[in-house]
């Protein structure tokens, strides 16, 4: 079984910058889109940003500009850079990587989370 497993987070003052890292266990063959989440208690998990294979990538409103992914295939790993945090970044954020699979389309697979805290 695939894990994925993040680092990176913190706490930082706002407008500092984090980079987060998500490495998966073992190469994940067949990938569809990769990406990032993040959710703070009592709100909805929200899509931060993701990237697929060919290098397309897609960012929340309020992250663009700010936030970059990127991934690094040789060494099986996802990134998320962060710059010019704000307050409102604050939340756990988890990785993800949808991977095709025949007869059910795909599955994903999850990382633990990471505590982003963004305070003065």
């Known amino acids: 079984q695939v894990q994925l497993v993040e680092s990176g987070g913190g706490l930082v003052q706002p407008g500092g910058s984090l980079r987060l890292s998500c490495v998966a266990s073992e190469r994940i063959s067949r990938i569809k889109i990769m990406g990032w989440y993040r959710q703070t208690p009592g709100k909805q998990r929200e899509l931060v940003a993701s990237i697929t294979p060919s290098g397309t990538t897609n960012y929340q409103d309020s992250v663009k500009g700010r936030f970059t992914i990127s991934a690094d295939a040789a060494k099986n790993t996802l990134y998320l850079q962060m710059n010019s945090l704000k307050p409102e970044d604050t939340a756990v954020y988890s990785c993800?990587?949808?991977?095709?699979?025949?007869?059910?389309?795909?599955?994903?697979?999850w990382g633990q989370g990471t505590q982003v805290t963004v305070s003065s």
């Open positions: 993800y990587v949808d991977q095709f699979m025949d007869y059910v389309g795909a599955k994903r697979y």
